[in-house]
């Protein structure tokens, strides 16, 4: 069994900065893409950010700029940097891990409960 724990969010002002946490643990051979997505009042759930195992990464264009998506492998564990922060950012940000049991078993996605982010002054 894999759990995501997302940690990190609260409540910023406008203009602000936070940084959200995400730590796989479990039994598993390896985790290959991790991601951000976030549900806002009323919306459906969204991309926010992708990175993969080596480090690549890409954004959704609202955040481009402003959000920085990063990981740590040894500690499995990934971080999400969010500056210039607007209401509209306002949402519950889930975690994302597609994790292998076996180095050649196809990946298993997993989702973390989420963490609330409140952008207001």
């Known amino acids: 069994q894999v759990q995501l724990v997302e940690s990190g969010g609260g409540l910023v002002q406008p203009g602000g900065s936070l940084r959200l946490s995400c730590a796989a643990s479990g039994i598993f051979a390896s985790i290959d893409d991790m991601g951000w997505y976030r549900q806002g009042p009323g919306k459906e759930r969204e991309l926010v950010a992708r990175?993969?195992?080596?480090?690549?990464?890409n954004y959704a264009d609202s955040v481009k700029g402003r959000f920085t998506i990063s990981r740590d492998n040894a500690k499995n564990t990934m971080y999400l940097q969010m500056s210039s922060l607007k209401p509209e950012d306002t949402a519950v940000y889930y975690c994302?891990?597609?994790?292998?049991?076996?180095?050649?078993?196809?990946?298993?996605?997993?989702w973390g409960n989420g963490t609330l982010v409140t952008v207001s002054s």
């Open positions: 990175i993969t195992s080596r480090g690549i990464t």
């Open positions: 994302n891990a597609d994790v292998r049991f076996r180095v050649l078993w196809r990946a298993t996605s997993y």
